[in-house]
């Protein structure tokens, strides 16, 4: 039985779903970030949630205890939000799932995010996830990933992830989207692990330009990007104060740009001669 709990089906056009989870997968808050802030640019409207008694422990993930002017006290509970938002004309609309990463029975709620995807007539999923890595603040952060379909990897500029390990919900619904034949792009953003407080607004502005890119939608940055040159200013600030910070943010930045050529990827001398001869012999005289 299906966890997913309809409260309308709204109208869409060329529908995209988006999703991000908090947890594991949400370093600094950026993926989720990410989705609240289309929500917001985009005034969506929730109209379906996925039934949190069947895919969360309560114990792992409580309830939260809050004060409403000091004295009432206001329980919120983890909870899967579908809400949907209609942008532009011929621009593919959006649908955004946000929560928490599921405890129980990931199948199932792959398979409510499916479920969604297809009544609503949306052919392609993105995700988004975000990771504490060895990254200075100074860069713009560099997105990495994976898509169903090689020119979406080139539109974006998403460097191939080659992580093999264990994996969350993300991994787990791109997998999913792969076998049921739609169009994914799973978009990871690393966030320098010295600064990992919320919010972070170049990881957020960077897994939004990765959306832009991957499925042609028009979305306008310039707030964040004003919000971003300001977060870099005051992270300055904090790693001028410490000189061992500032030699550690110096040796990350050289490391970067030795990292923008793989040494994997160049060939040793032996190939290089052999794909020469090779090339002599093809040309004849």
């Known amino acids: 039985m299906s966890s997913l709990r309809w409260d309308h089906e709204p109208a869409l056009h060329d529908p995209i779903v988006v999703c991000a989870f908090s947890g594991w997968n949400d370093a600094a808050d950026a ?5 609240e802030w289309l929500a917001a640019r985009y005034l ?6 996925i039934d949190e008694q069947v895919h969360i422990d309560f114990q792992a993930q409580r309830p939260v205890v809050t004060l409403v002017d000091g004295v009432t006290r206001d329980l919120s509970w983890p909870r899967y939000s579908l809400r949907a938002a209609a942008t532009a004309d011929g621009e593919p609309d959006v649908v955004m799932i946000t929560g928490p990463e599921p405890n129980y029975d990931w199948r199932g709620f792959c398979d409510a995010i499916m479920e969604t995807a297809t009544t609503l007539g949306a052919r392609t999923v993105v ?4 990771l504490l890595a060895d990254a200075p603040h100074t860069r713009a952060p560099r997105l990495t990933g994976s898509a169903t379909e090689p020119e979406t990897m ?4 998403l460097t191939r992830s080659r992580y093999e390990g264990p994996t969350g919900i993300i991994g787990v619904l791109h997998d999913t989207c792969r ?20 919010p972070n607004p170049p990881a957020i502005s960077a897994l ?7 499925v042609n939608l028009d979305i306008d940055r310039r707030e964040l990007i004003v919000a971003s040159e300001a977060w870099r200013a005051r992270v300055d ?7 061992d910070l500032g030699t550690y943010v110096v040796n990350l930045e050289a490391k970067q740009t030795e990292e923008r050529v793989d040494p994997n990827e160049i060939p040793d001398g032996d190939t290089l001669a052999e794909a020469f001869e090779e090339y002599l012999r093809e040309q004849g005289n």
Do not use: K, N
């Open 31 to 35: 993926a989720t970030d990410a989705v």
């Open 237 to 243: 600030a904090a790693v001028a104060a410490d000189d």
């Open 154 to 157: 080139d539109e974006i500029g």
């Open 208 to 214: 939004l330009d990765g959306l832009s890119r991957s």
């Open 127 to 130: 995700t988004f996830g975000a």
């Open 179 to 198: 076998q049921a034949g739609f169009r994914a792009a799973s978009l990871w953003v690393p966030v320098p692990h010295y600064v990992a407080a919320p």
């Open 44 to 49: 969506a409207q929730e109209f379906a949630t």
